[in-house]
């Protein structure tokens, strides 16, 4: 059984009942819904289709709202594109919506930007395609040199790469947007463009205060800000999204692949689940089958440890989303028969508190060894299977809960597989696992249980044939 969880970006390509349902069949964990685009009846719409139909096929499938984040664009040009050409002079006049761009000028919606960048900056416009070079600073006209010839138009993104920006960490949308996703009950916040853990506390407070203490919040790792703050955000977050496209226009290319493989090793460490995303299978955006090094980045971040993979475009506006699904899911299946559980084991030994990780790594072990068809984790609020996850056992993680929200809730850790279930007892929870369809007959299974049944009492661990 595949262990690597599977996010999927909601889009006009995916919205509709059948390739939804062809989705959710497939292997979604979590439905991403990208709050960059479209207004809040659209996601509405979305949101309310997963639940209905992943509970017409008795899946868990978590929603996690992706916000759109602070972000510098560019403002309207006419024509709506135009060519710039390398060594010509081009003029960015910051907040200045009334100037139309055009071959020499433009302006951004960031006010700010001419008191952050000084002489020699590079700025990068449409994810990079064209690099301007700052010649000098006066009042709110930023003077640059065109590095390369190539188009721009208007409201392209654009980015300062090693510029610490004065950006608020979160916009007035995406405060109404989070308010939004707290009305709908959505499982997990994805918050785009976090540079420290104050803005990851922000975000928390904002939920909290409109009944979504329990929403989970997956900080997108994405400037070089981000990286260099990145102990202090794990700590502030309930889990990290590594989000390769911005990561990747704000530090040098060459350094995602290294800095991707820190993030997800530092997650592991601490025992939160991480998502690698952008790009997985691009070409899939297009072709019926993904490009060979696709595969191998795919293999590679789970090699690297990631909890989640994700299809942003491919699943959202692509020609072949329940194909691209159904490719992640080929190579998760494939590439986890290289993972060791021994060494992974090992690692967590070292960070797992004491008695938690005893009863964690015995329940593993036992697994290991006995081969298992299923640890069976019976929990209130997701910790134990979470410490579970950490020690990355071969067997699926059967998480037995009374609690939908809890269920969601541990939906993307690695292994783990919620079921829930009214008054699941050390007695009945192995049948629960067996009608769930984890377990068989003559199979063995490791329950892991806490008595009394009060969170984070973790300290029980029986092994059982199944009947």
């Not at 190539?150 to 510029?163: A, I, R």
């Not at 009944?211 to 955000?233: M, R, T, Y």
């Not at 993030?263 to 601490?270: L, S, T, V, Y």
Request: glycine share 8%; proline share 4%.
């Amino acid at each position: 059984m595949r262990r690597t969880k599977l996010v999927c970006t909601i889009g006009p390509a995916s919205e509709n009942e059948e390739i939804l349902t062809k989705i959710i069949e497939a292997g979604m964990n979590a439905s991403r819904h990208n709050f960059s685009h479209g207004d809040h009846e659209e996601h509405k719409g979305r949101m309310v289709k997963v639940r209905e139909i992943s509970k017409k096929l008795g899946k868990e499938v978590a929603i996690l709202l992706d916000t759109k984040g602070p972000e510098i664009r560019t403002g309207k040009f006419e024509p709506s594109k135009v060519e710039l050409t390398a060594g010509t002079e081009f003029t960015i006049y910051a907040g200045a919506e009334d100037v139309i761009g055009d071959t020499t000028k433009c302006s951004v919606t960031y006010a700010g930007l001419a008191k952050d960048v000084k002489a020699g900056d590079t700025i990068l416009i449409d994810d990079g395609l064209v690099g301007l070079e700052v010649v000098s600073v006066e009042g709110n006209a930023v003077k640059c040199v065109v590095r390369n010839t190539g188009l721009v138009g208007t409201h392209k993104g654009v980015n300062v790469p090693g510029v610490s920006i004065k950006l608020p960490a979160m916009t007035d949308k995406d405060r109404a947007d989070l308010i939004f996703g707290c009305e709908m009950g959505v499982n997990m916040v994805a918050a785009s463009f976090i540079r420290k853990a104050e803005d990851v506390k922000a975000i928390r407070e904002v939920l909290v205060a409109n009944g979504g203490a329990d929403i989970q919040i997956f900080s997108k790792i994405e400037n070089q800000e981000g990286v260099d703050n990145i102990d202090a955000i794990i700590e502030a977050s309930d889990g990290i999204m590594v989000a390769r496209g911005d990561l990747g226009v704000e530090i040098p290319m060459e350094d995602v692949p290294s800095v991707q493989k820190m993030i997800i090793e530092k997650c592991n460490n601490a025992g939160k689940p991480v998502i690698t995303a952008t790009q997985m299978l691009d070409s899939m955006m297009r072709n019926p089958r993904p490009t060979r090094a696709e595969v191998s980045d795919v293999t590679n971040a789970i090699l690297d440890g990631t909890d989640a993979i994700m299809l942003s475009g491919e699943s959202a506006n692509g020609s072949w989303p329940v194909e691209a699904v159904e490719t992640m899911v080929k190579i998760a299946t494939k590439s986890e028969e290289m993972l060791s559980y021994e060494l992974a084991s090992s690692k967590a030994k070292k960070h797992i508190p004491a008695v938690p990780g005893v009863m964690s790594r015995a329940a593993c072990n036992a697994a290991h060894e006995l081969k298992s068809a299923a640890i069976v984790s019976l929990t209130q609020s997701g910790a134990t299977a979470k410490r579970i996850s950490q020690c990355r056992p071969d067997a699926p993680i059967v998480t037995v809960t009374p609690n939908e929200r809890v269920a969601k809730k541990v939906a993307l850790c690695f292994g783990v597989y919620p079921v829930v279930a009214e008054n699941a007892t050390m007695e009945n929870a192995v049948e629960i696992a067996k009608n769930a369809g984890f377990v068989k007959a003559n199979d063995t299974a490791v329950v892991v249980a806490g008595v009394p049944a009060n969170e984070g009492n973790t300290n029980i661990v029986k092994v059982e044939v199944v009947k």
